[in-house]
């Protein structure tokens, strides 16, 4: 008999790790303030997501743990991407363009690993400014589709219940489903009586939705170019007809939701000199300015169990920019805890 598990947070997180729950045949019920299928809100990060797997050297033991979650992620994505093609996940090429080459290496720890086809791209055919290049393949998504695949299939194929409920802790989830294990993948976390973790902050991101000319070089691929002045510039079309997204911004700690001008001119600026294939008449032909805030933690991604009163509670928050790269890997780990804990209770 296996415990019914209630996950709170629908974000792509919570419907992935829902998902590996069922598979393994558990009873599970999503409870959410935001669902798949609603209007674009702030709140809702997993709506806003590029969303591509770009990998990136390890600074420390975390950042290659966290590798290894993408890695899991990158070998279902590319069973799904072939049985099932309507998740909008596409396997195309990646680029990354350094203007300073840090850690980044072909063999560097953490960034190689498991991808195929990894190359570095030689120096006379890299841009100007560009020390080192890499190429890679990987996978983009259309992240609001993506979603909302994954909210359909929970229902439909097994049988998922989605509830529409803004809770205000924990421990009133706990006390309205006595016995269940509850899951919490809230993004930024909820604490188990109120409130948010405190090690748990934003990042703020702005990108552009444009619609790009047809044919242009850049329709297959994904290109990331870091600036030697801290800024990126990228590009991630979305697949079944998303357009393409030109970002981005990180801004730390900053809270504005709507779109701000100053973001908008620097990301067109820098596209210009970077990407001009995208621009129609010298313009880029914006269709939506999208802003979103990344779950980011102090001490980075938290995948933990726990029990507080008699509540065994599984944690997993605080995903930052990487979400949807380590989503499915996250999911696995969810559902490792999850099965030490229905078996501890059996003893
Ligand atoms: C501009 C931008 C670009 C990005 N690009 C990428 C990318 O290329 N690749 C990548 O991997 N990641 C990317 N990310 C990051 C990615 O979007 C996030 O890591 C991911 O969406 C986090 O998912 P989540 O499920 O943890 O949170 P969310 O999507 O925010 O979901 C949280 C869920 O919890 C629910 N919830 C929260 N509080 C409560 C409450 N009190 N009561 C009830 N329900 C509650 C919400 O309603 C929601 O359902 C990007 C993010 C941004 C902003
Ligand atoms: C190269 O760097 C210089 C100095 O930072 C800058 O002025 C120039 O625009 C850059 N060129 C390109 C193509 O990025
Ligand atoms: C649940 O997750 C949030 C972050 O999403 C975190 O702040 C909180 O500590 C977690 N809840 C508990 C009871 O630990
Ligand atoms: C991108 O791929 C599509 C489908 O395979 C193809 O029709 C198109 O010509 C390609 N675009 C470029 C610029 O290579």
Partial sequence: MSRDIVV???????????????EEGYKVKI???????DPLNSQYTSQWAGAHFR??????DKDYEESKL?????????????????????????????????????????????LTNMKEISKDKLPKNVSFGAKYDTWIVNSPLYIQYLQRK????????????????LKQVS??????????????????????????????????????????PYENKTITHQSSDGSWTFLIPRPL????????????????????????????????????????????????????FRPARKGGIR???????????????????MGYETSWGAAEEVLKLVKLLSRDSKL
């Fill in 8 to 22: 709170v947070g629908a974000g792509v997180i919570g419907l992935s790790a829902a998902l590996a729950l069922s």
């Fill in 31 to 37: 409870i959410a303030k935001h669902l798949p299928t």
């Fill in 55 to 60: 990998p990136y050297p390890s600074k420390s």
């Fill in 70 to 114: 993408a890695r899991k992620t990158l070998k279902r994505f590319k069973r799904v991407a072939v049985e099932e093609p309507w998740s909008s996940i596409k396997f195309i090429e990646g680029i990354d363009y350094l203007e300073t080459q840090g850690l980044y290496g072909v063999k560097s720890r953490g960034y190689f690993e498991e």
């Fill in 154 to 169: 929970l229902t439909f194929e097994y049988g998922v219940q989605f509830e529409r409920q803004e809770i205000g802790s």
């Fill in 175 to 216: 006390q309205s489903n006595p016995g269940s294990i509850v899951v919490n993948a809230t993004g930024l976390g909820v604490q188990y009586n109120g409130g948010l973790d405190p090690n748990s902050f934003v990042i703020r991101g702005q990108t552009l939705l444009v619609r790009a000319p047809k044919g242009n």
């Fill in 241 to 292: 007809d998303g357009g393409l997204i030109v970002g981005g911004t990180k801004q730390v700690g900053d809270y504005q939701t709507t779109p701000k001008i100053e973001d908008t001119k620097a990301i067109t600026s820098r596209a210009k000199v970077l990407f001009p294939e995208v621009f129609i008449d010298g313009e880029l032909d914006i269709r939506n300015i999208n802003v979103g």
């Fill in 303 to 321: 995948i933990e169990s726990e029990q507080i009163d008699n509540q065994q509670l599984v944690h997993v928050y605080g995903f930052g920019g």
